[in-house]
């Protein structure tokens, strides 16, 4: 499916659900165009990003002593995952300092991003309409669940770009609408959660490794 298809293929998904489009959005990189993640890559940056997770949810119950355990337990996961090495600059501070508060707050909200992960990867069957979040526990048991990154990595069976596109390119008419609507002092229309179409908009972008803007710090 070239980029004007899959363009034609999601707004006409967009109008059967009554979702407000715009013509005009331009259509997403093809796949000569974009630099795809491998297994691993993405398998490794999941993990990574549960257990920072996690520790964020700890900070923000602002128990002191909960907080030092819970970094001393996670790293130790994260050694025993072979994913110490892949935190971000933004998810090593969680580790190593005290993040701010809107730190705290936007690390939690990437359990949508996560979610992406996890359905790349074929661990989530498939991707619900965004108007709520993601199960947390089951994102969590995703990974609680395996005993290291080769049991992690026995249940990935990684889904094609095609389908990846697919829904890179769904997300991004998604998020328009929702924009629109604040620009224009409305509530997102049928339903649709602002904070979850940004975290998937965020995970699929960095998918095709065309992550821009907000979508940078994955890179």
């Known amino acids: 499916m070239n980029p004007q298809e899959r363009k034609s293929k999601s707004i006409a998904k967009l109008k059967e ?5 715009m013509e005009h959005l331009p259509v997403i990189e093809g796949e000569e165009e974009i630099n795809a993640r491998s297994e691993q890559e993405i398998a490794k940056r999941a993990i990574a990003c549960v257990l920072t997770i996690q520790l964020a949810c700890n900070f923000s119950k602002e ?11 996670l790293m130790k996961h994260a050694v025993k995952f072979g994913v110490d090495r892949n935190f971000t600059e933004e998810e090593q501070t969680f580790f190593t300092g005290i993040p701010y508060s809107w730190s705290i707050c936007d690390m ?7 979610w992406i ?26 990974v609680a669940d395996c005993a290291d990154f080769d049991d992690f990595i026995k ?15 769904l997300i991004f008419r998604y998020h328009w609408a929702c924009d629109d609507a604040l620009i224009n002092g409305r509530n997102a229309p049928k339903n ?13 972008r960095w998918l095709i490794g065309k992550g ?4 940078e710090e994955w890179n």
């Open 17 to 21: 659900l009554g979702v407000p489009f």
């Open 63 to 73: 128990e002191n002593s909960i907080i030092a355990e819970s970094k001393c337990c």
């Open 108 to 114: 939690i909200w990437k359990f949508d991003a996560y």
């Open 117 to 142: 992960l996890l359905w790349a990867l074929g661990i989530v069957d498939e991707l619900t309409y965004p108007d709520s979040i993601c199960d947390c526990d089951a994102a969590i048991n995703a």
């Open 155 to 169: 249940q990935v069976k990684l889904r094609s770009i095609s389908e990846i596109l697919d829904e890179a390119d």
């Open 192 to 204: 649709l959660h602002p904070g979850v179409v940004l975290e998937r908009h965020r995970g699929l």
């Open 212 to 215: 821009v803007h907000e979508f």
